[in-house]
């Protein structure tokens, strides 16, 4: 079986998210952002992504396309990648996007959840803008992911999850369920 870690950011959760916790089989739309467009102060556990691309319609009609990574993972490649050949290989970060497309989602099962807490301080001295402190992240391994990330402190807050799963199904195996199935 093959482990991913996957980002979920707490607005993606808390708009269109459902909880779960170690132990669940769950269903999620994922994305995968190439390293070169990360943040480079940021420290994210990066994952490769590489295999066939196949082409699937959502309900609308919309065209999107999907990587078959290892393990049977249903990946689609950030759109900065524009329209990949029939095969991909990239390196970068794991997400849950449920805004961008109706792809289908890549089913696991949950082995951890930590949730990651950041450092902010004003963009500007006596500003009301609040930006990450480069260097001020802390993980804390939790039971499971909640709907509703802290923030009442403007300098720290919780800013998401980030998920192991082990994908079930294997190569060529069925993984993926369309969305809303």
Same mark, same amino acid.
């Given at each position: 079986m093959t482990s991913w870690t996957v980002w979920y950011e707490s607005w993606q959760m808390e708009c269109c998210g459902t909880p779960f916790s170690v132990g669940d089989e769950v269903s999620l739309p994922l994305m995968i952002t190439p390293a070169d467009r990360l943040d480079a102060a940021e420290e994210w556990p990066l994952s490769v992504v590489e295999g066939p691309v196949r082409v699937v319609e959502d309900d609308e009609g919309d065209r999107w396309d999907v990587v078959r990574a290892e393990g049977g993972l249903d990946v689609a490649p950030h759109a900065s990648l524009g329209t990949p050949p029939g095969r991909l290989s990239v390196t970068g970060l794991l997400s849950v996007e449920r805004h961008t +497309?109706?792809? $289908?989602?890549? &089913? +696991?099962?949950? /082995?951890? /959840?930590?949730?990651? !807490?950041? =450092?902010?301080? #004003?963009? %500007? $001295?006596? =500003? %009301? !803008?609040? /930006? #990450? &402190? #480069?260097g001020e992240r802390w993980l804390r391994p939790v039971d499971a992911c909640p709907k509703w990330f802290t923030g009442d402190d403007p300098a720290r807050r919780d800013d998401g999850a980030l998920v192991v799963l082990d994908a079930l199904g294997g190569p060529g195996g069925p993984s993926a369920r369309g969305r809303g199935q």
């Open positions: +497309g109706q792809w $289908p989602e890549a &089913v +696991g099962r949950v /082995v951890s /959840v930590r949730i990651l !807490t950041r =450092g902010y301080a #004003p963009e %500007t $001295p006596g =500003g %009301t !803008t609040y /930006v #990450p &402190v #480069p």
